[in-house]
């Protein structure tokens, strides 16, 4: 699978980690930064460029890592197209793909262990979306509101 990785500092150990792991697997990994280590950086430097690539579908899915993951998520949701999620449980990071169809999950660098992250990580990309009647709807009326019609 081509996966796109993207973190700030509160994320770029972990991402270096998953990124290196994804790679051993097989997969294409396409890394959106940081490519170093930066005190000073911002997650939308990062994480809006990664979103992008989703959206036209560059790569597949995404990881977006930051501290906590919020501000990732909140930077990712901004780009039409993307159905990001911060995703700290097994649950949620396969039934938001099987439901939702999310094609990029956000991790907390600085709030979650490497196993949990790994974990998460392979249940995502592993996820299908189900695309029932009820969840296409569901997304049609997101689709929506990104386009200003609601």
């Known amino acids: ?13 972990l991402k270096e980690r998953v990124a290196e792991e994804l790679r051993e697997m097989g997969h294409d990994v396409v890394d959106f930064g940081a490519l170093e280590y930066d005190s000073k950086d911002d997650y939308p430097d990062y994480i809006v460029p990664l979103a992008r690539a989703v959206a036209r579908r560059e790569v597949e899915r995404g990881v977006a890592i930051c501290g906590s993951g919020v501000g990732a998520c909140v930077a990712a949701n901004k780009v039409p197209g993307v159905r990001a999620a911060l995703v700290t449980e097994v649950f949620s990071a396969h039934q938001g793909v099987e439901d939702d ?11 979650t262990c490497y196993a949990l992250a790994w974990d998460l990580v392979q249940t995502f990309i592993k996820a299908q979306f189900k695309g029932l009647e009820r969840f296409r ?14």
């Not at 699978?1 to 150990?13: N, P, Q, S, V």
């Not at 169809?101 to 709030?111: A, E, H, K, P, S």
């Not at 709807?137 to 609601?150: C, F, I, P, Q, S």
């Open 137 to 150: 709807r569901r997304l049609d009326k997101v689709a929506r509101l990104e386009r200003g019609e609601d």
């Open 101 to 111: 169809d999310m094609n990029i999950m956000c991790l907390g660098g600085r709030v």
């Open 1 to 13: 699978m081509r996966l796109g990785i993207a973190a700030d500092h509160g994320g770029f150990e």
